[in-house]
């Protein structure tokens, strides 16, 4: 039996595609095993949201490489999609495809040998279609992933994601509805809908996420929902409003703000000014008491003075996010930013990120111990190295807890005791 390993870099899009090629190669008869075995094809799916994340799908496929000089390696995902030619000329390299055509992906490697080079990479700029990669079996028993949509067209100055996507393609409501429902079925009660630009959801198609998430909320057997990072303004209040009695949308909502100075988020072509990301936190606040509201905050985007970056401080400090994933800007190829004259000195941009970090980690210190002493529902997951079992609470916070009982997948009802490395030790409630 021929075996087939994999490597994911990225987001949870980039794991929920890998996981649907893993599946492709399963029911085609090969093995799926270990990326550091001797496998007759790798398949590594890239990421290009930064320099680094480049750097790295670069660095994967040498350790391919060097796992089977004679295997097949099968390069998928941004980075492929925006410089294909460029990973076809890496040593190893016998297959490119994008992000779209993924679901050929078996077909395609069937005639491969290790000296192939062989370039599947589409024109994404002209896809409309939602390319269906459906997944029906999950290593995971406590949670799946759901993907909804593909695509961004926001075209954000700094980020390259929409050249590696391409427009918004959103995933026909009722196929959705259905694999949650064969989800449920299968025994999954959490479910997590991912997607590019999940904000977009249904534009394409003549529906809306809101809507999509209200019939998502009636399925039998789920008993809760998250979704991924959203754009702030579409959390406006009519959208709040009808999704507050959802009994299943659990409340934590990530939401990127990238910036909190108003001139640099013009200059990103962010489209909402710090009061309205303000506003949207509140209005989420009043109709979910116990949200978490976690985000992404840049730092050094070009032209982003000391000025700008306090006001960035300040805003992030009043906010009082519940976490946060704080990284410096990264030029993009082909992206308005990177063409920009004044880019941040490497040097500034880690004291900034430094900064923003100390701030934020105050504010999850604090989300933290406003939940200690209450009690919390918690779906167990795994068993940690130290011995206790590790959770998260609707609103996301990690929870441990020792226990005798075998915990995965299971919900309990726990009392949130002391704070340790940035999680909450937990014991069973009396």
């Not at 904000?199 to 209200?214: F, H, R, V």
């Not at 939940?371 to 068993?383: I, M």
Request: hydrophobic letters at 35%; a neutral charge.
């Amino acid at each position: 039996m021929k075996k087939a390993a994999f490597y994911t870099l990225g987001c949870k899009v980039n794991q929920y595609e890998t996981e649907a090629m893993e599946e492709l190669f399963s029911d085609a008869g090969y093995e799926i095993c270990d990326f550091s075995d001797h496998a007759d094809i790798y398949v590594i799916n890239t990421c290009s949201v930064t320099h680094m994340g480049d750097r790295k799908s670069r660095q994967i496929i040498r350790r391919a490489k060097k796992a089977n000089p004679d295997g097949v390696i099968a390069v998928t995902g941004c980075y492929s999609q925006t410089a294909p030619e460029e990973i076809l000329n890496i040593d190893g390299v016998n297959l490119v495809l994008g992000t779209q055509g993924r679901h050929n992906i078996v077909e395609l490697s069937k005639n491969l040998t290790s000296t192939s080079k062989v370039n599947g990479v589409s024109d994404i700029m002209h896809t409309h279609d939602f390319e269906q990669l459906k997944i029906n079996r999950y290593a995971d028993r406590t949670r799946a992933y759901i993907k909804i949509q593909d695509g961004c067209s926001q075209f954000c100055s700094y980020c390259i994601i929409p050249y590696a996507r391409g427009p918004v393609r959103s995933r026909p409501e009722n196929e959705i509805l259905k694999e949650i429902s064969e989800l449920a079925k299968n025994g999954y009660s959490e479910i997590i809908l991912v997607g590019i630009h999940v904000a977009s959801y249904g534009k394409d198609i003549g529906t809306t996420l809101e809507n999509l998430l209200i019939k998502a909320d009636k399925t039998d057997g789920i008993k809760r929902i998250r979704m991924s990072s959203i754009e702030p303004m579409t959390l406006n209040g009519e959208f709040v409003e009808q999704i507050k009695h959802a009994k299943k949308l659990c409340p934590h909502f990530h939401i990127s703000l990238q910036s909190g100075c108003d001139e640099t988020l013009k200059r990103m072509n962010r489209h909402y000014t710090s009061k309205e990301f303000a506003d949207i936190v509140e209005g989420l606040r009043s109709a979910f008491p116990d949200a978490a509201i976690t985000t992404d905050i840049m730092v050094g985007f070009p032209g982003e003075t000391d000025e700008e970056f306090e006001k960035t401080a300040e805003f992030v400090k009043s906010v009082d996010f519940a976490d946060a994933h704080v990284f410096m800007y990264s030029p993009r190829r082909g992206t308005p930013a990177a063409k920009r004259p004044d880019q941040i000195a490497p040097e500034i941009k880690e004291l900034r990120s430094k900064k923003i970090i100390e701030i934020t980690n105050n504010s999850h210190a604090e989300f933290l111990k406003k939940h200690l002493g209450k009690t919390a529902e918690v779906l167990f997951e795994q068993v940690t190295k130290d011995g206790y079992w590790e959770g998260k609470t609707a609103n996301y916070i990690t929870v441990k807890l020792k226990s005798a009982e075998y915990l995965k997948g299971v919900y309990k009802t726990v009392l949130l005791k002391e704070i340790k490395n940035g999680e909450i030790i937990a014991v069973n409630c009396d």
